[in-house]
């Protein structure tokens, strides 16, 4: 297993390989929708643990012809959308999921950004398993265990496997352990999985149809299209054709936050790109991502951000620094 995704992906997508170890290698991705990078570790012959930090909303991944792979995936920060034969689920940060489900089309971050460590395991691949049956890891019973709950199970970690699971992250996307460093720390990570007593119970996944997912896509795309615009709550239920508390609780499993606060931070993240790639003045782009005046947008943003709208362009591109603080003192 050389990758899980089609060469396709890998040749439009993949920007730059680096190897940073015989073991490691950096992979580099840009798409029209973002970018973002892996660390890809093969443990055991057809076993991987993945680093992913994704800032796109979408990113399209196919297998390749049959799929027979096992994956586990832990959340550190963001969002991602799963979609299962039941409906979409949503993992989010501190969740777990145990998978055998095929990847459909595309992996989707609502949020716009994913940080999470993956093992992917090929089912086939009989060394992959030999390496870890030897000590207590069976993938293809965890197989037939997962078949009984529509192929994947969801839970909560303690916060002493989270933080097994961060040391972990920090060494592969640091290349410094050995083979068989990396291995102690994999198998430590499974073998208290096994044990069961690492997991807060499985979580009773909440599932969307795909009607009641388009009607929040549909929201959305209208309330961020303009930002300048101010839309009420009813008005984006009768854009997306349902009530607007089916609008309230259908937002909320998508993004993870209420539709007032999702639309504050999509505000705040247009402003950070018009002050570091523009020399706009501050209270144009006040104007720009729906702020009355700039005393309101100035507050908002320190309270997202920890300092003002000026202060967030000298911290990061200095190119429009004098221009921007001329454009200032005009005011």
Known sequence: MTYNAEPDFVMRYCIQETKLSPLVRRMNFRTEHGDGVMFLLEAWPGVQMWVIDF???????????????????????????????????????????????????????????????????????????????????DLAAAKKRLASCQGSFLAKVSPAWDQLARQLMAHIVAADLSLEGYRFRILELLWHLNTGQETNGALSPVFLTRGQRAAVMRAEAVMTEDLRRQYSLVELAAEAGVSPASLKKYFGQVYGKPVSVYLRWRRIERAKELLTTTALRIVDIASEVGYENQGKFGAAFRRETGVTPLEYRRLYHSKFERQGEKNEETI
């Open 55 to 137: 800032h796109v909303a979408r990113l399209p991944i196919q297998p390749m012809g049959t799929y027979h792979y096992l994956k586990m995936n832990y959340c550190f920060s963001g969002r991602c959308e799963v979609p299962l034969p039941a409906g979409y689920i949503y993992i989010d940060q501190g969740t777990l999921s145990v998978d055998i489900n095929p990847p459909i089309g595309s992996m989707l971050c609502p949020g716009g950004s994913y940080e999470g460590l993956e093992l992917v395991a090929d089912l086939k691949t009989a060394d992959g398993r030999q390496g870890l049956t030897d000590y207590g890891i």
